[in-house]
């Protein structure tokens, strides 16, 4: 995956399409984010580069209660490429 802002948009567009709201505050979070279920937010570190913003974004994703029926073509497949790459990583261990 390249580390572009093109491809943090389209990361961030998958929670986005599913009603979560993204945030990049200042704090001090261990895994660069904090995720507020009930809400529905996502606090990410504001002073993370473009590369560390998408490694968050990929470990994170597989973690929200995303519903695939609300996202775009484009979102469904990297969202669904995302879910396989780590089923793959899980089972190779």
């Given amino acids: 995956?390249?580390?572009?802002?093109s491809t943090l948009d389209k990361l961030e567009a998958i929670p986005e399409q599913t009603g979560y709201v993204l945030?990049?505050?200042r704090g001090n979070f261990q895994s660069g984010y904090c995720i507020l279920e009930e809400k529905k937010v996502v606090v990410l570190n504001k002073f993370l580069q473009t590369e560390g913003r998408i490694n968050t974004l990929l470990e994170l994703i597989p973690q929200l209660d995303i519903n695939t029926e609300?996202?775009?073509?484009?979102a469904k497949k990297l969202y669904l490429d995302i879910i396989a790459k780590l089923e793959a990583e899980e089972n190779g261990q």
């Fill in 23 to 25: 945030r990049y505050e």
């Fill in 1 to 5: 995956m390249k580390y572009t802002q």
């Fill in 70 to 74: 609300l996202l775009t073509e484009e």
